[in-house]
């Protein structure tokens, strides 16, 4: 098993930027790591993903404002968010997809 534990979410006005940061207690090398998001009354979705080689995955409607990136040696995986929309509105998770684990979510407020 693991534990994922996100941080860096909070109340931002439209057009501006967070980093959340997922921090997992094993080894994130060589695993694909995911973002997800859900607003309420709304399914999670899928914001983005980095494979195992850094290959990067995103959910369109984030595509040139959100980027995701790791630093291994921290066990870490983040979620750059600029340019933010109050549609981005939601609690943020991250996932290990290996052992099916997530984080208990992070919530992102965009209002002004």
């Known amino acids: 098993q693991v534990q994922l534990v996100e941080s860096g979410g909070g109340l931002v006005q439209p057009g501006g930027s967070l980093r959340l940061s997922c921090v997992a207690s094993?080894?994130?090398?060589?695993?694909?790591m995911r973002w997800y998001r859900q607003s309420p009354g709304k399914e999670r979705q899928l914001v983005g993903q980095i494979n195992s080689g850094g290959s990067l995955v995103y959910l369109e409607s984030v595509k040139g404002r959100f980027t995701i990136s790791r630093d291994a040696a921290k066990n870490t995986v983040y979620l750059q968010m600029n340019s933010l929309k109050p549609e981005d509105t939601a609690v943020y998770f991250c996932m290990f997809p290996f052992f099916q684990s997530w984080g208990q979510g992070t919530q992102v407020t965009v209002s002004s």
């Open positions: 094993r080894s994130i090398r060589s695993n694909t």
